[in-house]
């Protein structure tokens, strides 16, 4: 499973790419507005450095809804650097922008997908990445990972190849979970990806190890 960072703040991008596990990063636009970023060029400019400091796909997220401005911005988009993946929302001109990328050799996600259904859509249309949001299923008193195995019992029945790519990770069980049950990739907050080194006995078993260890230091 490849691990993305779900996150646009520069320093948790490199904090997790130091750790040298990260394969790519996503971003939507909750994510860039909340790093104070303004205006279109110092957006492209964001997704750039993002670009440079990470080698793997780079979700970049159009806010168009219509087919004709979300394949001209994602065009702008895709052109800034050759690992942006257009992230596309799940609407109907949606799935024919996806359809025109696929043709046209531009990698997509498609976002904001809450059921089978809309996975499978995104499949036939060629979408690089399905992007399923457990978390908000979960907070929604639904089970977000019951779809994950859901679309990977779909996806390998039907020969799919577009990879799922769990999202709205909200804790290190979530990821857990989402290994097991066979997602392509799983997108993390840096918090839920450095939840994964925690374990109690890990710490007390160091201690006591680096305690003896001064006994014939
Ligand atoms: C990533 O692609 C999604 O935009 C993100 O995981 C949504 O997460 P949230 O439900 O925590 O906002």
Redesign the pocket.
């Known amino acids: 499973m490849k691990f993305?960072i779900?996150t646009a703040n520069l320093a948790q991008i490199k904090e997790a790419n130091d750790l040298g596990i990260l394969d790519g990063v996503?971003?939507?636009p909750?994510?860039m507005a909340k790093e104070g970023i303004k205006g279109q060029e110092a957006v492209m400019k964001h997704y750039k450095d993002i670009c440079e400091m990470v080698d793997g796909d780079i979700?970049a997220?159009v806010i168009s809804t219509d087919v004709d401005g979300i394949i001209a911005e994602g065009k702008k988009l895709a052109a800034i650097h050759e690992n942006i993946v257009v992230?596309v929302p799940m609407i109907k001109d949606g799935i024919k922008a996806i359809k025109w990328f696929t043709e046209n050799g531009i990698k997509t996600?498609c976002?904001?997908v809450f059921s089978a259904g809309q996975a499978i859509l995104a499949a036939k249309a060629g979408a690089t990445y399905v992007?399923p949001?457990i978390?908000?299923i979960d907070?929604s008193g639904w089970d977000g990972m019951e779809l994950i195995h859901q679309l990977r019992q779909i996806y390998s029945v039907q020969g799919f190849e577009t990879e799922i790519?769990a999202?709205?990770?909200?804790n290190p069980n979530h990821i857990i979970k989402c290994a097991e049950a066979g997602a392509d990739v799983c997108?993390c907050?840096l918090d839920s990806i450095l939840g994964l080194l925690k374990h109690p006995l890990t710490d007390i078993g160091l201690a006591k190890f680096l305690e003896d260890a001064k006994k014939f230091a």
């Open positions: 993305f779900d996503t971003t939507n909750s994510l979700s997220e992230k996600n976002t904001l992007s949001f978390g908000r907070d790519l999202a709205s990770i909200r997108t907050p």
